[in-house]
């Protein structure tokens, strides 16, 4: 009988900002999973305890865990990372969110017959705020949707592609998937692969949240064109199924209509600002980013 084939190398990414009170459990979960792997995060200069918690556990696992700052968006944070990890393929996972400890052992396999893997997220927290279903947008038959924060690439698919757009406030993991999509790639979604993602803690919070969300849906649409007819419309109505479901989707609709009527923010086009692709190493005509 022939031995297993030695598991593909993983570099864990992630970006966070403030985090002082999810970053150890994070970390700890990470610690367990199924090696090898690397944990490479980078921290948007905050201003609690995150940086001295990250520290430490650099300090205490120098082969797994390297801590770099850098200040800027999610997508700046995430494509950071990714330039310094050492792995075949990067998984991104979020400073709110812990690991199930399987969760790197249940990807491999989903990566190695596709160059993009998404796991199950699950909600932890307020009861109200933690059944809400994703608005699910399809594209050539995948849904784009599936969040980073359970979210892994093929390395060089993800270079390819110049990684995050660091122009979206929200919505970039969404971008990403698109363009992945759009060059040939298959979404496989991988329901053993389980983050929990903790919930917002106030009601407040919740709805600055969807209200963003909503924003980046927009911003979407200016960079690739009305995406209206890949909604499932019928099943997102029939999803929402509560008071707090429906106050969420107003809040998303208030914020994508804002970007609509304000002008708000750079106007995203397919194209990356010369001063943008030498952030993240793309060529300034955007070629990778298109199929």
Known sequence: M?????????SVVVTVKNEQRHIARL?????????????????ALSRDQTWTILSRYARDHPTLIRVSQRYGSRGIGRNTGVAAAKGEFVAFIDGDCFADSG?????????QQNDVA??????????????????ELFQRGNDVTFPSCNLAYRRSLFLALAGFDPRFITAEDIDLNLRAVERGARIQFVPSAVVYHQMRSTFIRFL??????GYGRKQLTEKHGS????????????????????????AALVG?????????????????PA???????APADGSAGRA
Not at 118 to 135: C, D, F, I, N
Not at 208 to 213: E, P, R, S, T, V
Not at 256 to 266: K, M, W
């Open 256 to 272: 994508y209509f804002s970007r609509v009527l304000t002008g708000f923010g750079e106007r995203l086009t397919p194209t990356l």
């Open 103 to 111: 969760w790197l052992a249940e990807l491999r396999p989903a990566l």
């Open 227 to 250: 995406l209206w007819g890949n909604y499932r419309v019928r099943r997102l109505m029939s999803n929402q199924k509560s008071p707090t479901s429906w106050i969420r989707l107003a």
């Open 2 to 10: 022939g031995s297993s084939p030695t598991p593909s190398f993983v």
């Open 118 to 135: 998404a796991g199950k997220t699950v909600s932890v927290g307020p009861l109200q705020y933690g059944l809400l279903e994703r608005v």
């Open 275 to 281: 001063e943008v692709a030498r952030e993240n190493g």
């Open 27 to 43: 970390l700890e979960s990470l610690l367990v999973q199924e090696a090898p792997f690397e944990v490479v995060v980078v921290d």
């Open 208 to 213: 600055y949240q969807a209200f963003w969300n």
